[in-house]
């Protein structure tokens, strides 16, 4: 046998390829950047933009860009009954929410997932620049010929002819290989176009002022009986959602005049922004959001997140809140229209606004200030009916706005705004809490509540104006959704000190009393005013929601159960605890009822074992085909939208196979001495001092010279039909090459089917299991080979023991 090189210390190798490891199966693995692979398109990963402009040229191919790749979240419909059972009173889950790391075990992506992306990224070129917490977004940067390869859409100039300006885009979907098709969620970064703008609005004769004008916080918080709450925020934080910054000295000039004192507000830098230094235009947007805050909640703690304003630093910034899991509430006062968003990018914003609803924090979005044709000042324009996203988003609560009259410090009258935004959601559907509304149709509608937004009925807001500070009178959306954030910060004081959970996702409760007979008492019903297409009417409507809040009245309704709940009564009868076995058909009918006559139910359910559906009269059918157990949940509405719901187990254990369980390989550690019944090529079978065995002395030691040389170990063996089957086996790679090119790989196969690949990037100190399926070979003689090809130059090193292909 030639002499080896000795192996380099591994600390700066790459983390092993762990997705293959115990109980990952070999469709997950990562594909070789040089392997020929099918691939899939990711949906909705073309900025709409791209129809409506004007094409110029591929970007130059060394220009650097930044993505983001977000992972899917697991056990969605486990999460979906979870989110609903937290919200709901009366249920077990009730107000006890989940840590970021209760979060993460349960529904984020794995590390495995996280790992398999990351070298995917790697073997492309790409550098992997972090990891969010959550593990929901790899970001990684590399040049656009790169991004390309990667992700098989060119990157071109485009010129937006109505706006007269030039970006970037991917000209067709993002692809990636089919092995990472249950991984990856989407990319976002790939574009340019789409920004995040202020839900701020301004007299037409706004100048600033030396003395405030404008409503000050004795005026809004008596008007909306806020200071009758009986709170301040102590002990609460607020985060403010930012892509600009504020000058600190503004705010204290705020505090001052209305005599108002608390924590001092402080930054908190998302991928490196920080704006503070030399804030840009939308510092009065920052400035204003304090301002309401401070003027409702006075004593609650402000974070203000400030991230790059890109599609991939709002993705970052929804990941960095919910994993900081700092605060109760989040205020968002910018956003962009539906219909020039990527449906991939609030996909996986969306996510993280579902932990967010998990771990029990509250989000109040601005609905926009375009009325019911949020794109009026993008490319979409203003023919198009469109909302605001985040605020569209079913784990927010949409806030519009309103015309507020006053007779001092107390309520006088209330109009709608005619360009608070409102309408329909294309891009959500029809939440399950989202009833007693009069609007048809399966999407969401905005917004939830609202308050004072017109500026001519404006706020008092200190800020920096063209050449220097001054009072200034602020409007929009934008400041009624810090009132409603610092409302709920007087709640979660309120609830924490009476011995109860935080608002957390605040529809469902909002919904519940706006449905209760404590409607009248809880909230201002707004009756007159309209956005371009909906009128404002009795109860719900899509300017106003439900209305603005009577907030003492609102807080003890929601101490109290909710409200008392008025209307339709759908009851579901929950079925005992269900067991069945794979390939077993099953049908079980759910029944309900409804206190109305007249009424037909429609049934839908969450959490159904893979294989099983539900008709809408309520008869679950089907075949089992995995063996899980978890939580059905089985959602009965009638044709007004009232609704009822119960849960049950079900648990699905695996058909018997009839199969001997046996480990089939022979001379699995090389023990022996000798390769028999394996066949290697010369030299593998190996218990030098070179390279230690996982156990005992021996083991397969697959290249290492150092120069062009191929190595295999083989063997054959029959897998009984019926049977499941697993090849398992330790690896160590050790290498002597640099970087995050793939020149030496290991393959491993079942006959011609590629199991696994690995390479020199995947060198690691010491040993790792790695574990792939073979029960699709059941009933087939299977030669296991193992080839290792090592290129000219640098050892790598790869040592295989303790192989096993059980069988059970």
């Given at each position: ?544 929601g439900w209305g603005t809040p009577v907030a003492d009245s609102l807080a003890t309704a929601l101490l109290n159960s909710g409200g008392t709940q008025t209307g339709n009564t759908v009851t579901v009868t929950a079925p005992a605890n269900q067991t069945g076995v794979t390939g077993t058909a099953v049908s079980l009918q759910v029944k309900g009822s409804d206190s109305a006559t007249g009424q037909t139910l429609s049934y839908s359910a969450t959490g159904l074992p893979a294989g099983l559906s539900i008709s809408s ?127 030496d790989k290991l393959t491993v196969q079942a006959n011609s089917t590629t199991l696994a690949t690995y390479s020199n990037v995947n060198a690691a100190t010491g040993f790792a299991q790695k574990t792939v399926d073979l029960s699709s070979f059941a009933g087939q003689t299977v030669t296991v080979k193992f080839t290792g090809v090592e290129d000219s130059s640098l050892q790598t090193s790869f040592v295989i023991d303790d192989t096993a292909l059980n069988v059970s």
């Open positions: 046998m030639r002499p080896r090189s000795l192996a380099l210390a591994s600390a700066l190798a790459v983390l092993p390829l762990t997705v293959v490891s115990l109980g990952v199966t070999a469709a997950q693995a990562a594909p070789s950047p040089n392997a020929a692979t099918s691939r899939v398109s990711l949906p909705n990963t073309v900025t709409p933009a791209v129809a409506r402009s004007q094409k110029q040229a591929a970007l130059p191919a060394a220009q650097q860009l930044s993505v983001a790749v977000s992972l899917k979240l697991r056990n969605t419909a486990e999460l979906d009954a979870f989110l609903k059972a937290v919200s709901t009173r009366g249920t077990a889950e009730f107000g006890h929410y989940l840590t970021p790391a209760q979060f993460n075990a349960r529904f984020g992506p794995t590390q495995a997932d996280v790992e398999q992306v990351r070298t995917y990224l790697a073997a492309q070129g790409l550098t992997v620049a972090s990891v969010s917490a959550n593990r929901q977004v790899v970001n990684a940067h590399g040049t656009a010929a790169q991004i390309t390869k990667a992700f098989g859409a060119q990157e071109s100039t485009y010129v937006d002819p109505l706006h007269n300006r030039t970006f970037f885009a991917n000209d067709a979907a993002a692809t990636v290989p089919a092995a990472l098709a249950d991984v990856v969620q989407g990319v976002t970064g790939l574009t340019n176009y789409t920004v995040r703008t202020t839900r701020i609005a301004k007299p037409n004769n706004s100048v600033p002022h030396a003395t405030p004008s404008g409503f000050g916080p004795s005026q809004y918080d008596g008007a909306y009986n806020l200071n009758k709450v009986g709170t301040n925020g102590t002990g609460v934080k607020i985060a403010l959602w930012e892509f600009d910054g504020y000058t600190a000295s503004n705010l204290t000039t705020y505090d001052s005049q209305f005599g108002l004192s608390g924590p001092a507000v402080s930054t908190v830098s998302v991928d490196g922004a920080n704006y503070n230094s030399a804030p840009g235009q939308g510092q009065g947007e920052v400035e204003l959001d304090s301002e309401i805050v401070r003027g409702v909640a006075p004593k609650a703690t402000q974070l203000v997140y400030e991230a790059p304003n890109t599609d991939q630093g709002e993705l970052d910034m929804a990941a960095q809140i919910v994993s900081d899991n700092q605060v109760s509430v989040v205020s968002i006062s910018w956003g962009s229209c539906e219909p020039d968003t990527t449906a991939a990018s609030m996909t996986a914003v969306n996510n993280s606004f579902k932990q967010a609803a998990a771990q029990g924090i509250s989000i109040f979005s601005a609905s926009g200030d375009d009325g019911s044709r949020d794109c009026t000042r993008s490319t979409s324009g203003a023919n198009v009916k469109a909302v605001d996203f985040p605020a569209s988003s079913p784990y927010n609560t949409g806030v519009g706005g309103t015309n507020l009259s006053v007779s001092g410090t107390s309520y006088s009258s209330e109009s709608a705004w005619s360009t608070a935004g409102g309408g329909v959601s294309t891009q959500f559907a029809k939440p399950s809490w989202q009833t007693g509304t009069g609007v048809t149709g399966t999407m969401r509608t905005v917004p939830d509540v609202s308050s004072n937004a017109d500026p001519q009925s404006g706020f008092a807001i200190y800020t920096q104006g063209t050449s220097a500070a001054g009072w200034q009178v602020y409007g929009g959306t934008s400041a009624a959704a810090p009132l409603w954030s610092g409302y709920a910060a007087l709640y979660n004081q309120k609830a924490s000190a009476a011995g109860q959970a935080n608002l957390g996702e605040a529809n469902p409760k909002l919904y519940s009393v706006a449905n209760s007979a404590s409607y009248k008492n809880t909230f201002h019903d707004v009756t007159s005013g309209a956005n371009q297409d909906f009128s404002t009417k009795s109860g719900y409507d899509q300017v106003t009269t309520g008869l679950i059918s089907g075949t089992p085909t995995t063996a899980a157990s978890g939580t059905v949940t089985v959602t009965a509405t009638d044709t007004t939208g009232a609704t009822g719901s119960a849960s049950f187990t079900w648990t699905v254990t695996a058909a018997s196979t009839g199969c001997t369980p046996a480990q089939l390989l022979g001379n699995a550690g090389f023990e022996t001495g000798t390769a028999a019944p394996w066949t290697t090529s010369s030299g593998v079978v190996d218990n030098s001092s070179g390279e230690a065995a996982h156990s005992g002395s021996w083991k397969a030691w697959l290249n290492g010279y150092g120069s062009a040389h191929t190595d295999t170990v083989s063997q054959t063996v029959s897998i009984p039909a019926g049977c499941k089957a697993s090849l398992s086996f330790w690896l160590h790679i050790d290498t002597a090459e640099t970087g995050t090119t793939a020149y």
